[in-house]
């Protein structure tokens, strides 16, 4: 496939042309090591075409995203999937749509309806033990769309931070069939579109739909993508990110996008493929020694409590034999692979796997963790997150209001949320995930 974003910097970079214009190191490394990548970092000059104006190369790169995702129309982000879960939620406000909301969002999520002055209606999911994965029942989400009497959308994460995917083809019929939107943040899955069943939001029902193409693909850090599958979205799709998108974004980050393109069409099928036979093994191996939580396959997510152990000892154990894992609390650890993880890195992760398990200590299987309740509302989200606040230990905050969120991220999950009054619930669950301060509105 074509790329005629990442061919159009490398052309200019051997052009020996002299940079009158932004950036400032004129294509000049402080070090030898990335004189190649600095070569490549330009901005908005003639021929290089406008992310949020595109029309030229950035456009032609996007409409081949599009094809290979199948979606109506799919726009860069070099802002990561925050910048198109901002640009949903404005479409939304524009379009005057309640929304509605699974609990287990990404702080970016509330960020964004503060900053749009957006009121949610949340849903909580059935959890089986802390809050980073649950079920959603359909008969919750029809009970909120059926009690909203303005146009609506429901917003899913899916996979979750766990892996888990939600049943997306039901949802988005349940939401047309009220005349809601269903949108998804698909940040982990940007993958799934190219297992031999289509298992992408857009190919199941999602009107609008963000990829973290760097968290799946290779594609540096802040790249991502934004898709619909309905076309009266297609001329908004740009204005909605310039809300919020730099005026200068990252030509290195689209230049990895429009290589992801490539990589997509030659070889991500056949990587899958050869993937999906070790993950298979991996988890087999560890039959009866190991509960792996079900999901996505590359996001291999062993339930330590269940089985036997805490998740920090395990993560500790398997960065000692050269294992990072993408995260770990008490009940859980999340080992994120990917298309392009090779055999030689499954090799290496069981044999950590089974060094961690041996070196392990024992746990009796108690849940800690209490089980999630939607804490009351005091505030609207927006007045809430730019009220006045002071950070204070969070076992002086119960019966204060949550004002901005503070969470670490990873998972980035929030446990209360803006505008919502802290309860003892809240404070157990910030305890039980190392969360030791939060910030309140001030009184």
Known sequence: MDTPLYDFLVRYASSGTLRAHMPGHKGKAPVKELEELYSLDITEIKGADSLFEAEGIIAESERNTAKLYGSEATAFSAGG???????????????????????????AFLNAAALLGLNVTWIMPQYSGGILSGELAISDVERALSASREPACLYVTSPDYTGKTADIAALAGLCHRYGARLLAD???????????KNLHPIALGADLCCDSAHKMLPALTGAAFLHTSCREYVPVLKQAMSFFGSTSPSYLIMASLDLCNRYIADSIRDDIAAALPQIISLRESFGGR??????????????????????????????????????????????????????????????????????????????????????????????????????????????????????????????????????????????????????????
Not at 83 to 102: D, H, S, Y
Not at 337 to 358: G, T
Not at 406 to 429: M, N, T, Y
């Open 81 to 107: 999937s925050t910048l198109c879960i901002q640009a949903m939620l404005a479409i939304m406000k524009i379009e005057g749509r309640r929304v509605i909301a699974a609990r287990n969002v990404h702080r």
């Open 186 to 196: 698909n940040a982990h899955g940007a993958h799934l579109a190219f297992f031999k």
């Open 290 to 443: 190991l509960v792996f939580a079900e999901g996505e396959p590359f996001h291999i997510t062993v339930k330590a409590a269940e089985s036997g152990f805490c998740g920090t000892e395990l993560a500790e154990l398997l960065r000692g034999e050269g294992v990072e894992c993408e995260y770990a609390d008490s009940e859980l650890v999340v080992l994120l692979m990917s298309p392009l993880s090779s055999d030689l890195d499954f090799v290496r992760l069981r044999a950590a796997l089974e060094s961690a398990v041996a070196g392990a200590s024992l746990k009796d299987c108690v849940r800690s963790i209490i089980e999630p309740k939607l804490p009351q509302m005091a505030l609207a989200i927006r007045e809430a997150a730019f009220a006045p606040s002071e950070e204070i230990p969070v076992e002086e905050a119960e019966g204060r209001i949550c004002a901005s969120v503070k969470v670490p991220c990873p998972p980035a999950i929030p446990i209360a949320a803006s505008g919502e009054i802290i309860d003892r619930d809240c404070i157990e669950l910030f305890k039980a995930y190392g969360i030791n301060t939060v910030l309140v509105v001030k009184k």
